[in-house]
Each structure stands twice: as structure tokens, then as C-alpha cells.
């Protein structure tokens, strides 16, 4: 199994939204995009698992934290239409 560096991308990207949404979500996930990072690069040096400059392994670490952050984001996006339905409510009445 390849490391793809397209994967952390991919996690930095779906993570952007979140920085506006809620902090500490935000500073959570990007540590853990951080970690695998830092693992990735000490393991792979350590192990010398490279192929073509790339470490050879966490990519399922990778694409759970993508999942893991869509979920967030998801969450975020239904509270926020939650509490915009319930204001939206407020002022019909």
C-alpha cells in the first residue's frame, strides 16, 4: 500500500471549513494530520519503506481522518441548519 501525500491534502482541504466553523474542532483533527505526518516520516526514515521518495504505508490512518472529518463536518453543518430553523422559527411566531 502507497502513502499518498494526495490523502493529508485531501484532509487539510476537507478540514479548511472547519476553521471557521469551530476551534476546537479544528486544532483536534489538525494535530491528528500532523501526527500521522510526523509518523509517517520517522517510520518510514527509520524503516527505509520508501518507493519513488514516498514512505510505503498509513494510508487507511489517512482516509479514516478524512472520513472522520467529513463526519465532523457534517454534524457542524446539520447544528448549524438546526439552530437556523429554530431562529427562523422565533421570529414567524
Known sequence: MEFSHLNLTKARAAL???RQLN???YNRLRHK???IED???VL???MGWY???KPLFLQKKELLLIEEINKVLTRQ???AAKNN???AANVST
Open 85 to 87: 430553523n429554530k431562529e
Open 77 to 79: 453543518k446539520r447544528e
Open 44 to 46: 518510514a526514515e527509520r
Open 23 to 25: 476551534n476546537k474542532e
Open 16 to 18: 479548511e471549513p472547519l
Open 33 to 35: 494530520i500532523l501526527t
Open 51 to 53: 518507493q519513488n521518495g
Open 39 to 41: 509518523k509517517t516520516q
